[in-house]
């Protein structure tokens, strides 16, 4: 299984994403200055896989934090690093989970403090690798056999602690005995699809073929596509789900051509404090990831540029929400909350 995040030696180790698929690099964080910065640079990226890195962030803070004014410290640390990318609420789900531990233990020795923010962290990571495991058995009997998944983006081991969410239903499916094969789209403009998804398929030897993300609807048109199944970065009370910007317009041309549209994410993902959609933050990057390819300018200088990471996706288009709970389907507002309580 690809190692995505690790803590070895009191130190914060990760893949760099960014180097993918060329290099093979992981990248040692000694502070939780430097987790913040690989959560914003997009070193280690995908809402489970972020929850992680910023569950570690913290413990790694308070593990090099002095004794004086702890709590003051512990804040700093918290806010630094929910200050990194806003859409993903699994980066303030666990933020939240630690402070809760830190609070628990709050006028015990430090080294005890230290200690079970450590262990904290590291339950973190493992389990999101078995609920990851959870929501691919629930989703592989929704996957035809002998057909083709499309999906969107990375939502792989990757983009969690391991095994992946999308891509996990996709490995259960195949672990199932079904013969299916993966569409990916190239996911633009940070490629994630191209760079990430065939990369960690080919790994598992599961067949992939790579399409730019404009063939979407030519292919869903075609008959081949069984199903789309992709991730998610925030899930709406009343279903709505944010993921990677495009995401959208694939729901909607699954829709229009009969193919269901499947969402997997962990129950962490859901935000039913949100009523819709429209409340959930849209995190804006820079213009160079639109206007450059690796480096190489592709657009003419003084190029005005848009480049929200994510879009949302109502869920009228959403066929069904798979999650290490169990599958919720519309009305979203009364099977979600049923899979929380």
Known sequence: MIETIQWIDGAVVMIDQRRLPLEEKYVTCRSFQEVATAIRDMTIR???AIGVAAAMGVALGVLRASETNLDAQMEEICATLAGTRPTAVNLFWAIGRMKRVYASVAGQPIGEIRRRLVEEA???REEDIAICRA?????????????TVLTHCNAGALATAGYGTALGVVRAAVEAGKRIDVFADETRP????????VWELQQDSIPTTLITDNMAGHFLKSGRIGCVVVGADRIAANGDVANK??????AVLAKENGV???VAAPVSTLDLSLASGDAIPIEQRAADEVTHVFGTRIAP???????????????RYVTAIVTEKGVARAPYEESLKKLVS
């Not at 929501?135 to 057909?147: E, Q, T």
């Not at 910007?245 to 694939?250: A, E, H, I, L, N």
């Not at 200088?301 to 869920?315: I, K, R, Y």
């Open 122 to 124: 590291l339950l973190v």
């Open 190 to 197: 940070f490629l994630q699809g191209a760079r990430l998804t």
């Open 301 to 315: 200088e003084g190029t005005v540029v848009e480049n929200p990471a994510f879009d949302v996706t109502p869920a």
């Open 46 to 48: 995908g809402a489970p």
């Open 135 to 147: 929501i691919g058995r629930n989703g592989a009997s929704l996957v035809p056999d002998g057909k």
């Open 245 to 250: 910007v495009g995401t959208y317009s694939v």
């Open 260 to 262: 269901p549209f499947f």
